[in-house]
């Protein structure tokens, strides 16, 4: 799951996903360092590397 908020990351640990909180969206780092993703991605650029 790839989210820019905490509410996505917690719907990624309650159904047993990883979880990529990504901080070129709307939330902040801190919002999701609390919520502990699996991943914490800076860019767009990132995610892109990330997949490859």
């Known amino acids: ?3 820019d908020r ?3 990351l917690i719907g990624a640990r309650e159904t047993g ?3 990529i909180g990504v901080l070129y969206g709307y939330g902040n780092r801190t ?3 609390g919520e502990s993703p699996t991943y914490l ?3 767009v650029a990132d995610l892109i590397e990330f997949f490859e």
């Open 1 to 3: 799951m790839v989210g």
């Open 6 to 8: 905490k509410h996505d």
């Open 17 to 19: 996903m990883d979880a």
């Open 31 to 33: 919002e999701l360092e």
């Open 41 to 43: 991605l800076h860019s």
